[in-house]
Structure formats: structure tokens, C-alpha cells
């Protein structure tokens, strides 16, 4: 389970540092949703982690 957050919390905070980077925040809110989407599905199934990793 600490792995399973370790790797959710990298890929939010990868997605965040982009979303920073670009300043379109509008744009990429979107993009940020999905991935919370990508990984609360991750964390249910972890079976569709090798999709994302």
C-alpha cells in the first residue's frame, strides 16, 4: 500500500510541476482531473498500473 501512494503521489506531483511550468492552468486542470481519474482506478485495480508506468 506505501507503494502504491508513493507512486500515485509521484505522478500527481509530476502532473502538478507541469501544470505550473505551462501556466495555462485552465487548460490543464483538465489534464489534472484525469489524472486523479487514472489513479483512483489504478489504486482500485493495480492490475492497470503496467498501462500507466
Not at 509530476?14 to 492552468?25: D, P, R, T
Amino acid at each position: 500500500m506505501k507503494d502504491k501512494a508513493l507512486v500515485i503521489s509521484t505522478i500527481l506531483n509530476l502532473k502538478i510541476n507541469s501544470v505550473m511550468n505551462e501556466g495555462n492552468f485552465k487548460q490543464n486542470t483538465f489534464g489534472l482531473c484525469f489524472y486523479d481519474y487514472l489513479s483512483l482506478k489504478w489504486w482500485k485495480n493495480p492490475k492497470l498500473s503496467q498501462n500507466y508506468l
